[in-house]
């Protein structure tokens, strides 16, 4: 059967390893994500450098996803991630940001460095090899307007403040770029976050920045 034939859970999938019937972490994928699930890895298309910071600058966030292979990876361990902790925000809080609580130290955005944790991202997305997609999280809120689902002027500010200080003076700022994704978008809720891509940054910076964080795409 060639792969144009296959249902979207068969395909990148070895013969061995297919189910007749759909697995139950893909049951319920929406129509982008089958989509995406019924193409060849060797067809995908990587972005470009140039195209993420085009991506990011025209607001259309909506339009990065994940190499097939890897989507199917990350929504079959987001499944298993629900059943073992409730929530995938539960595991982030609990395992990834080994946070007590979420009550910000300091009132003020990005005041208290205890406040804040970068990290890799667990899933990039299908972009060049060379970029690295890192997330800030914050235990105080960025805030969206309502209005638009996007950042107000006076967040975006704040956070052009601190990506600056921490990513841009430290390299050149054509290959750092950020954004936050629409509240609609958002895979984890109730934790602020929001995302870095650094262009082929020295490896020894990015482990500085993350403590020597590894992503559970490398682990599993």
Partial sequence: MSPGTLPYWQVNVSLSKRSAECPDFLVHANAKDQQILSTIDGEYHRLTWPEVRHIIQTNRIDLFQRVPSDLRRYLEYNWGLKKRYGSVMNFVVQERLHWNDLKPHNSEAFADPDDIKILWNDWPYGIDEKIVHL??????????????????????????????????????????????????LKSVHAVEHFHVMLYDPRPDFVDRLTNGDVPLSRKV
Avoid: C
């Avoid at 967040?155 to 700022?173: C, H, N, W």
């Avoid at 054509?174 to 954004?179: G, Q, Y």
């Fill in 135 to 184: 997330v800030v999280w914050t235990k105080f809120d960025l805030e969206d307007d309502p209005a638009t689902d996007d950042l107000t002027p006076a967040a975006r500010k704040l956070i052009d403040e601190y990506v600056d200080r921490t990513f841009g003076s430290q390299m050149d700022p054509e290959h750092v770029i950020w954004f936050k994704n629409w509240r609609s």
